[in-house]
């Protein structure tokens, strides 16, 4: 078994063809096959089903993907890691980020990275924090800022920071940051939330339910813009933190207001892979994430935020 035979079989499941992956890969048909059975002969089992319409994978192939692709990125990441101790930092680091945390940290991010590290390529993706985690679970990033998981399974994480969430209304409704609203007053407007499951949905519900407070969810809605633009229009109300809303509420599109008895704190950890080499570049993203988010905290860009243990990000 050699790294051109995984290529080659990695190549061929996520196309499910053997002829689209011999044009993309410039081989030969019957000398792409060989490969693949070769390898199926020296693992002992078969790893594609031939099918009129191309191959599709077996239960043992589906294994053997997951553990081949892993394969391939812990040798381009020794790759990259040899030669930033040789020479400047290069290679590509994939971040992943939940909307309302990418919405205030990615543009300072990237500009201070960049400066110090303009060899490295960065790539962003945002998704809501289930997704982030099953990203990261699955080998497509290289660290990934969270809500906190109920599960940190393969995840070697730190905290970051927290923010308290906040009653979010339409301008009309005149919430103000100086006055703080009850829990128990959400039970007395229609509610924007996003739907079961989102880790947003279930920490507010399980406050409330700690509480005794019935929300009226009657809008489900797992974008935040969607979210902010319905609550905006004045179909409702959400929870969101200030961050989240500020320029919105500066705008005179919103009002928010914090929410107490009990305040109720969204709690944010940096995530890398724990089951697989980190890159030297993806630890720097780390550690110049943490100045990023102090230079921020000092000047006022980021209210609301309370750091936890920003240094022990970066290792």
Known sequence: ????????????????????????????????????????????????????RGVRLTEAGAVFLDRAASILRQMEQMRDDVAAEASEVSGQVSIGLPPSVGFVLTGPLVEDFRQSFPKVTLRIVEGVGGFVHEWMMGGRL????????????????????????????????????????PLVTLARHPIILPSAGHGLRGLLERHAAK????????????????????????????????????????????????????AIPRRVVGAFPADRPVSRAARL???????????????????????????????
């Open 211 to 262: 509480h005794d407070v019935a929300l009226r969810v009657e809008i489900e809605a797992d974008a935040m813009r969607i979210q902010k633009d319905l609550t905006a229009r004045g179909l409702g109300y959400t929870a969101l933190t200030y961050a989240a809303v500020r320029p919105e509420v500066e705008a005179g599109l919103l009002s928010a207001a914090p929410i107490v008895d009990p």
């Open 142 to 181: 290289d660290f990934a800022v969270l809500y906190e998981p109920g599960s940190a399974r393969h995840l070697d994480t730190a905290p970051l920071w927290h923010e308290d969430l906040h009653l979010i209304g339409p301008a009309s409704a005149g919430l103000s940051l100086a006055a703080p609203v």
């Open 1 to 52: 078994m050699d790294l051109r035979q995984l290529r080659t079989f990695i190549h061929v499941a996520e196309l499910g063809s053997f002829s689209k992956a011999a044009e993309r890969l410039h081989i030969a048909q019957p000398a792409l096959s060989r490969q693949v059975r070769l390898l199926e002969a020296e693992l002992k089992a078969q790893l594609l089903v031939r099918h009129g």
């Open 285 to 315: 993203l780390g550690d110049r994430l943490t100045v990023v988010v102090r230079r921020m905290i000092a000047a006022g860009d980021w209210p609301g935020l309370v750091p936890d243990a920003p240094d022990l990000i970066g290792g």
